[in-house]
């Protein structure tokens, strides 16, 4: 089964240092990987992907994330965080036992940047 | 851009109450999904839909059923309502195609809390 998974609940840094947020996946097949956010009362709002190509994905808001094969990772990475990027992160894959375009969600990380 | 209206961010209902979550999208997107999400656990696929009056589970139906009587509008229906049912419920369409690279697009969320 596809499956996803976020090792840490809550990941804390300090505004204009860089973070991480980490994401390993387990897929049969090339993984279609995805990142989402979520604000405060607010659903989840579309980061980046990765489908097939470069191993650096660039996305919104100044996120980036590495896809490596080798360690089966998919981590975001900003260079220099902002206070407004604390929010919940979910990373996903495709599901590629069906047709029917589904996800499946990692638990979720908590990032929160502080002044 | 695409938009996933659902018609409540916030219910307060009793214990055996039936009730109805809705949601519509505007973009004519084949696919629409219901998620449940829980601190701790991410989001789960409660049922999701592939085309109007079709239907498929997702990982966890108990409790739940769904309606899909036009393509833009699909419903949540929580036949007895449960304590175990409070949640935040989310809603999301994505087009079909032949790239899984297809984004799915979330509503803001119903916030459910059965007393």
């Known amino acids: 089964a596809q499956s996803v998974a976020q090792p840490e609940d809550q990941v804390n840094v300090a505004e204009g240092n860089p973070l991480t947020v980490k994401c390993t996946y387990s897929?049969?097949?090339?993984?279609?990987l995805f990142w989402y956010v979520q604000y405060p009362n607010r659903g989840l709002q579309f980061l980046l992907k990765?489908?097939?190509?470069?191993?650096l994905v660039k996305g919104s808001y100044g996120f980036e994330a590495e896809f490596n094969k080798s360690q089966t990772s998919f981590h975001l990475k900003k260079p220099s965080a902002l206070v407004s990027d604390s929010a919940l992160y979910f990373c996903?894959?495709?599901?590629?036992?069906?047709?029917?375009?589904?996800?499946?969600f990692g638990t979720g990380t908590r990032l929160l940047v502080s002044p | 851009d695409v938009k996933v209206t659902q018609s409540s961010r916030y219910l307060v209902k009793r214990t055996g109450e039936k009730v109805f979550l809705e949601c519509v999208q505007d973009m004519d997107h084949e696919n629409m999904f219901w998620y449940r999400q829980d601190p701790g656990l991410g989001l789960r696929l409660i049922y999701f839909s592939y085309d109007v009056k079709m239907k498929e589970k997702g990982d966890i139906p108990e409790g739940y059923s769904v309606s899909r009587e036009k393509k833009e509008r699909f419903s949540l229906i929580l036949e007895s309502a449960s304590t175990n049912q409070t949640s935040m419920y989310l809603c999301?369409?994505?087009?079909?195609?032949?790239?899984?690279?297809?984004?799915?697009?979330f509503g803001a969320g119903s916030r459910l809390t059965v007393l």
């Open positions: 996903a894959v495709r599901d590629m036992n069906t047709g029917f375009q589904k996800l499946v």
């Open positions: 990765y489908i097939t190509g470069d191993n």
């Open positions: 999301a369409s994505i087009s079909i195609g032949f790239s899984g690279a297809n984004v799915l697009t």
């Open positions: 897929v049969s097949g090339n993984p279609y």
